[in-house]
């Protein structure tokens, strides 16, 4: 079977992670970039030896020799970029969230179930084993039924400091949290309630807390602070607990089990999201775009998230925005 000729459109600091795991699968061609920043691409496509390059988006997608590509980009520019890749034939692997807007979203699910080519929203936290082992556990009946969910996702100021200025806590982080508390209560939401508070000055709040309740009669809290202290030595901190009527589930997704002390400071390096192994990117990047590419070339169905799933994230994490702007609390 021929190899997978594939392209980037967006090469960021996770543009960049997607073609350091791409490069190095087998399966896999990596043959074309995009960013309308010239002097990233030429530094990115010559680290890689990628031949085409492309200051234009749609210059790629035009390009037939491309199979399937990875949307890596600014939240509000997904549907414009969705839409257009999955017209011009190609399979799509785009990074959450789906999109910025509900309305949005729906443009991409419709030109998704519209499309030859095969769609996934990059939703990597279900990709990640210890959330997997604890959908297993789940599924299998031994905690009971549901309660209460508490998710933590925090990350430290400077970080916060990068982002706030285009995308929100709630929106940024909470939606992963939002699709796994989903995933595993397989129940929709009924309401939001949430609250924010814009510290640094940022055009986004630093904090956010957000009260789901799910028609299951389950409650979901969520927690995402882009203020921790800059010398935080986690860079993700990220822990879950889940309540059922039986038993209970603890995940600490923050703390990939490795501290190290040196001349730089104490620090926890990240061990599974996308860790580097022997010359490799692996991990749960790793696990997650291998499944795309798999489902691509032996064209198996994608149903370990489907489009459906990713907009019911977008419209909750929409609702919690509006309930911060209001005050009130929305229903779905």
């Given at each position: ?8 459109i ?9 073609a ?28 890689f ?49 789906m ?25 990597i ?44 806590p ?28 814009n ?28 203020m ?54 692996l ?50």
């Open positions: 079977m021929k190899k997978l000729r594939y392209g980037i967006g090469i960021g600091f996770f543009g960049e992670k997607h350091e795991v791409l490069s190095g699968m087998p399966e896999v061609e990596l043959v074309a970039l995009s960013s309308r920043r010239l002097d990233r691409l030429a530094q990115v496509a010559d680290r030896h990628i031949p085409k390059r492309y200051g234009n988006y749609l210059d790629l997608l035009n390009d037939p020799d491309i199979d399937a590509v990875s949307i890596v980009t600014h939240v509000d520019q997904h549907a414009e970029m969705a839409e257009a890749a999955l017209q011009a034939g190609k399979h799509v692997f785009l990074e959450k969230p999109a910025d807007t509900v309305e949005n979203g729906r443009r991409i699910v419709d030109a998704a179930g519209k499309a030859k080519g095969k769609f996934m929203t990059g939703h936290c279900r990709f990640d084993s210890r959330m997997a082992e604890a959908k297993k556990v789940v599924e299998a009946g031994k905690i009971g039924r549901i309660v209460s969910i508490h998710a933590t996702r925090n990350l430290p100021v400077n970080i916060g400091a990068e982002v706030l200025d285009k995308i929100s709630i929106a940024g982080d909470g939606v992963h949290d939002t699709d796994l508390m989903l995933w595993l209560t397989q129940s929709p939401i009924r309401s939001a309630y949430a609250m924010s508070r510290i640094h000055n940022h055009k986004h709040p630093d904090l956010g807390w957000v009260m789901y309740e799910f028609q299951s009669g389950a409650i979901g809290v969520l927690e995402c602070i882009w921790l202290p800059e010398n935080t030595p986690f860079k993700i901190d990220a822990r879950m607990e889940i309540i059922g009527t039986a038993g209970a589930i603890y995940v600490n997704a923050g703390y990939g089990g490795v501290q190290v002390n040196d001349i730089d400071g104490f620090s926890q390096p990240d061990t599974m999201y996308w860790p580097e192994v022997h010359g490799r990117r991990g749960a990047l790793f696990a997650e775009l291998s499944y795309f590419v798999n489902c691509v070339r032996q064209d198996i169905t994608i149903d370990v998230i489907t489009p459906a799933e990713s907009l019911a994230a977008v419209e909750a994490v929409m609702a919690a925005e509006k309930s911060c702007a209001t005050g009130e609390r929305i229903s779905l």
